[in-house]
């Protein structure tokens, strides 16, 4: 009688411990979010509105100075309120990323170079920055991957010598893809920068 309790609980002993000793598997496809990452500071961003609306609407607090992993504050959001969106000013110019980068190739720095030039002759103008990433990772992931994108072809700009005031940026991570496929090709094309011009109204 003693030893069938004793193998009792030395059963269940052991089920307990395989059951909370378990592993986890990965889910396929998720890009885990590594720690010690660089260029990856907190940000406070203006929340991504859809449509193509810009942000500084309702629910916005347009006073806020927003810093970007950049380390150059971004102006108040009240400034770019009524601003008109032409999404097709710079559409040669969008910028293409590496997987899981937000470094500005050279092969990809003309085409910022040719932006920086054209916001110099229009100081009047604003300019909204969309970082974009491919579907493969946790949509936080690709948020934030994406607002580092921005970022970077924000703090490039502002090297080259345009005003920190001048230019804003959003994410919206994998939510906006150029081209729906599944593959590396579709992947290429969806991580990226756009660049949306801003005209007074």
């Not at 500071?41 to 929340?47: E, G, I, N, S």
Request: hydrophobic share 35%; glycine share 10%.
């Amino acid at each position: 009688m003693k030893r069938r309790f004793l193998v009792n609980v030395t059963m269940l002993a052991l089920a307990l411990t395989v059951g909370s000793v378990g592993c986890k598997k990965p889910e396929k496809g998720v890009t885990p979010i590594q720690s010690g990452r660089t260029g990856s500071a907190p940000t406070r961003t203006a929340p991504v509105t859809q449509g193509g609306t810009l942000p500084g609407g309702a629910g916005t607090d347009a006073t806020t100075v927003r810093e970007t992993a950049s380390g150059f504050p971004e102006g108040d959001l009240s400034l770019i309120e009524g601003m008109v969106p032409d999404t097709n000013y710079f559409a040669a110019q969008t910028v293409y990323f590496d997987f899981d980068s937000s470094l500005v190739k050279a092969s990809e720095q003309g085409k910022a170079q040719s932006v920086g030039n054209e916001m110099k002759a229009k100081p009047q103008a604003k300019l909204m920055i969309d970082g974009h990433c491919d579907e493969r990772g946790t949509e936080e992931y690709n948020r934030a991957l994406g607002q580092r994108r921005a970022a970077a072809l924000r703090e490039f700009l502002i090297r080259y010598g345009l005003s920190p005031d001048q230019i804003y940026t959003r994410s919206f991570g994998e939510d906006r893809p150029v081209d729906p496929g599944h593959n590396e090709e579709a992947w290429r094309k969806n991580r990226r920068g756009e660049f949306i011009l801003l005209l007074p109204p």
